[in-house]
Each structure stands twice: as structure tokens, then as C-alpha cells.
């Protein structure tokens, strides 16, 4: 299958079913698996044999989703999580430990930096935010001698920033350090940051490859390229034996391919739980199925409507990395040349209050905290996530006061057009 392209693996990854069995993935709606001996049973535990024991460690639906999602990155191994927010912390707390230090993009994901900055930050795990513009030069002096890998959104929520993956690949692997990419905007369709240099990919898989906002999930791809053991000192939960399982050597038993995917399960997901449930998997599976149908008319949408956002003089200003004079064009043009994501950012002239009456007039755009989903929404942050603070605090955290997040859905892209113009008639 890996030789196929993208959207072949979109519709065909992960599970071909042998004669007589089911043509579309089966649910395996069950905690657990029978076994006729007590020694099968004890080999699995032990990581001897390779099966099913128990679903909060592994599931065949789950592995068939992850196996999909594994082959569209052009991964070697891949697990899903039970949310974007829970692969982030495995992907980190696979390789960090309290007393380590992490070097990360300061345009991420509101969430995930709540996560870094603050939860991840009280067991003991720093973070060094740079703004993905910076030099090589200041890249490199946020590096210390514990830290452990890099981190960074391919197109990031909701700053709209294009990552430079070769730029950060670079110096992280100069490191001594794998690169981790959170390609959740991007999806795999538009990206494959694997192909540019990163060692670990993750999403949130409740964006657009589930796309129905339907399913919260997440997932983790590894490339199985980083050779952990040029650097045991520094990676010794790769490197060195697991007394939780008797000993096992990630790197020795399970290789370069398996070795992180194998820790997080067998470790994290164990002792956390943060898992997928069957049937999700199986709705995220028939989201990825149309996934490349589905980005390519978001981002066209996308791309005609930050044009007309353009040419409206009620518009302050937008931001789009499709659009030619965006200050992160180049980057997009040679990171995702088939298209980017189908969030927009603008201003609307007139500020707050005209935002407020702009979202109330909106008849197809529904008011939500989502993106990334076949039906068109959009958040005015000042009013909504960041409503608390002043215009002074939301200029500090980088979002102006007249910011309208807008996430183009699947609909008519005239309707979408005709919408945002009555809405800005009624200002
Ligand atoms: C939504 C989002 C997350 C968090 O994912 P959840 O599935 O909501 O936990 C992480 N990264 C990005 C870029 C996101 O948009």
C-alpha cells in the first residue's frame, strides 16, 4: 500500500480484508480478548508475543485507523489517542521526563501551550517558546544540555503561521534531538512533515480528518527514523531496560520503527488510559476516507473567499497563507503547494462592536468554538475565549480586538460569499 498516493491510502490504508470477510472495518466493540492459556496471556504481558489483551492498550479497530493514518504520513508506527490534547502530552512525555527541558514554536495551539507552559511545567518539564521566524542562530540558543526534542504546528491555530520544518529539523537534529510536528491543519493531504525532516507527527484527528465534528480523537506517527541510540544517555526510557516490563529495551526489542510507538503504548497508555474508543475510530475511519475530496474544497473555498475579504473596504485586514501577499506565502508555497488549511483570520473595520453585529447577522457561519469541520463556523475570540481581557491584554497575546476566526466549510462557495456580504450590509 505504501506505494500508492495519498488519495489512494486515504480510501484504501490500513485494513484489506481477506476472502469472505467484511468489506468495511469491522468495530471490535469488546474490552477484552480471550486466550486458552495462562502462558499465551503471560507472554503478551511480557511483550513476547504480539496481540490483543485488553483495549486500553491496543484494539484491531484502533490499530487498523492508526495503521491508515501511519502509511498517509509515511510513518513506520502509529497509535491513536482519546484526544489531540492527550497525544501531545504522550508525544513529549514519550521522550521528557521532570528535570528535562523542551524547545517549542510560540504560535501553537492555545491548548497545547496551556499544556507546556503550565500542567507540563508542574511536573517538572520547561519549555522554551521561540517564534517560528527566528534565526538559526537564536533557534540554537534556546537549546540547553537536557533538552529533549522540538516542537512546532505546521500551520498553526489560530495564528496561521507555516512552520519552517526543514529550518527547525536542522538544528534539532544537531541537537541530538528529534523534531516533533503537530500536522493537525495541514492534515497529511496538504503535509507530510515526515517528507521535510520530522521525526514524530501528531493531530488532533477531531479537525478535519474526522471532519464531521462528530469524533474528539487524536493520534501519534513515528517515523522511525531517529536513532535513539546514538544518545542513550539522553533517551534511556528508549535505550535502557524497563523494569515495568522485565526488562525489555525498547530500541533493542522493537528497533528504530518500533520502539517509541511500543513505549507509548505499552507505558503511557497503560498508565494514563487516554484511549480511543473503537467506535470513534470507526467514525474518524470514514472521515479519512473522503479526507482528500474534503481538503481540497475547503481550501479552494478558503482561497476565494480571503480574495473577496480582499476586496472588501469594510475589511481592515486578512490573513491567509493561500493569499500571494501573506507574510507566510513562501513558506506555504513550498511546504503545502497543493493548498493549506481552510481557516481564515480578518479584521472588520469598526472593531469590536462591529465583529458582535457582523456573527449575529452570519446565517450560514454558525458561532462555535470549533474549526475545521464540513460546516462552515466562526469565533470571535475577543468576544468568546478571550472575552475576559481588554483590548490592551488582546494585543499582547496577539489578537486584535476586530479578529474574526472564520473556518470555511464544504458549502457553495457563493452562498458563503452572499452570507459574509449581508452580514456586513447589516454593520
Ligand atoms: C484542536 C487542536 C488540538 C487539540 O485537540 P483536541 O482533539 O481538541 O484535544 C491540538 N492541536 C491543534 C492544532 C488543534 O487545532
Keep these: 500500500m505504501s506505494d500508492f498516493r495519498i488519495e489512494t491510502k486515504c480510501v484504501q490504508s490500513g485494513y484489506t480484508p481477506k476472502n469472505g470477510e467484511p468489506r468495511q472495518i469491522p468495530i471490535y466493540q469488546s474490552t477484552t480478548f480471550k486466550y486458552d492459556s495462562s502462558e499465551e496471556m503471560g507472554k503478551l504481558f511480557d511483550l513476547e508475543a504480539s496481540g490483543y489483551f485488553y483495549t486500553r492498550l491496543q484494539n484491531p479497530t484502533n490499530d487498523y485507523v492508526a495503521a491508515k493514518i501511519c502509511e498517509m504520513e509515511g510513518g513506520s508506527a502509529a497509535m491513536l489517542t482519546s484526544s489531540g490534547q492527550a497525544a501531545a502530552f504522550f508525544s513529549i512525555f514519550n521522550l521528557a521526563s521532570c528535570g528535562d527541558h523542551i524547545v517549542s514554536?510560540?504560535?501553537?495551539?492555545?491548548?497545547?501551550?496551556?499544556?507546556f507552559a503550565v500542567t507540563m511545567k508542574r511536573m517538572g518539564i520547561e519549555f522554551t517558546f521561540v517564534?517560528?521566524?527566528?534565526?538559526?542562530?537564536?533557534?540554537?540558543?534556546?537549546?540547553?544540555?537536557?533538552?529533549?526534542?522540538?516542537?512546532?504546528?505546521?500551520?498553526a491555530n489560530p495564528a496561521l503561521t507555516v512552520f519552517d520544518?526543514?529550518?527547525f529539523a536542522k538544528v534539532a537534529h544537531a541537537h541530538g534531538?528529534?523534531?516533533?510536528v503537530d500536522n493537525t491543519f495541514a492534515t497529511p493531504v496538504n503535509c507530510r512533515p515526515i517528507e521535510w525532516g520530522a521525526d514524530i507527527v501528531m493531530h488532533s484527528t477531531t479537525k478535519y480528518m474526522d471532519g464531521h465534528g462528530c469524533s474528539v480523537g487524536g493520534c501519534i506517527v513515528d517515523s522511525g527514523k531517529f536513532d535513539w541510540t546514538k544518545y542513550p544517555e539522553k533517551f534511556p526510557g528508549l535505550c535502557t531496560p524497563d523494569e515495568s516490563y522485565h526488562g525489555v529495551t525498547y530500541t533493542e526489542r522493537f528497533g528504530l520503527e518500533g520502539a517509541f510507538i511500543t513505549k507509548a503504548t505499552a507505558q503511557l497508555m497503560r498508565d494514563f488510559g487516554?484511549?480511543?474508543?473503537?467506535?470513534h475510530a470507526y467514525y474518524l475511519n470514514l472521515g479519512l476516507e473522503s479526507l482528500h475530496v474534503r481538503m481540497a474544497r475547503h481550501c479552494e473555498n478558503a482561497l476565494t473567499i480571503a480574495k473577496f475579504l480582499k476586496s472588501d473596504e469594510r475589511i481592515a485586514w486578512v490573513t491567509?497563507?493561500?493569499?500571494?501577499?501573506?507574510?507566510?506565502?513562501?513558506?506555504?508555497?513550498?511546504?503545502?503547494?497543493?493548498?493549506?488549511?481552510?481557516?481564515?483570520?480578518?479584521?472588520?473595520?469598526?472593531?469590536?462592536?462591529?465583529?458582535?453585529?457582523?456573527?449575529?447577522?452570519?446565517?450560514?457561519?454558525?458561532?462555535?468554538?470549533?474549526?475545521?469541520?464540513?460546516?462552515?463556523?466562526?469565533?470571535?475570540?475577543?468576544n468568546a475565549t478571550h472575552r475576559q481581557m481588554n483590548d490592551d491584554e488582546l494585543l499582547a497575546c496577539g489578537i486584535t480586538p476586530d479578529l474574526v476566526r472564520y473556518s470555511c466549510g464544504i458549502e457553495n462557495v457563493?452562498?458563503?460569499?452572499?452570507?459574509i456580504k449581508q452580514a456586513l450590509d447589516n454593520i
Design 274 to 279: 487516554a484511549i480511543q474508543s473503537p467506535q
Design 105 to 115: 514554536s510560540s504560535t501553537i495551539y492555545g491548548g497545547t501551550y496551556n499544556l
Design 131 to 155: 517564534s517560528p521566524e527566528c534565526t538559526e542562530e537564536e533557534l540554537n540558543a534556546a537549546f540547553r544540555e537536557n533538552t529533549k526534542a522540538v516542537f512546532g504546528e505546521t500551520i
Design 414 to 419: 457563493q452562498d458563503l460569499i452572499d452570507d
Design 177 to 180: 534531538v528529534p523534531l516533533i
Design 320 to 382: 491567509y497563507p493561500g493569499l500571494e501577499d501573506d507574510r507566510n506565502y513562501e513558506l506555504a508555497k513550498k511546504y503545502l503547494p497543493n493548498g493549506t488549511c481552510g481557516v481564515i483570520s480578518f479584521g472588520i473595520k469598526g472593531g469590536r462592536v462591529a465583529c458582535e453585529k457582523f456573527m449575529n447577522s452570519l446565517k450560514i457561519a454558525a458561532i462555535q468554538t470549533h474549526v475545521a469541520d464540513v460546516r462552515t463556523c466562526c469565533l470571535h475570540p475577543a
Design 165 to 167: 520544518i526543514e529550518k
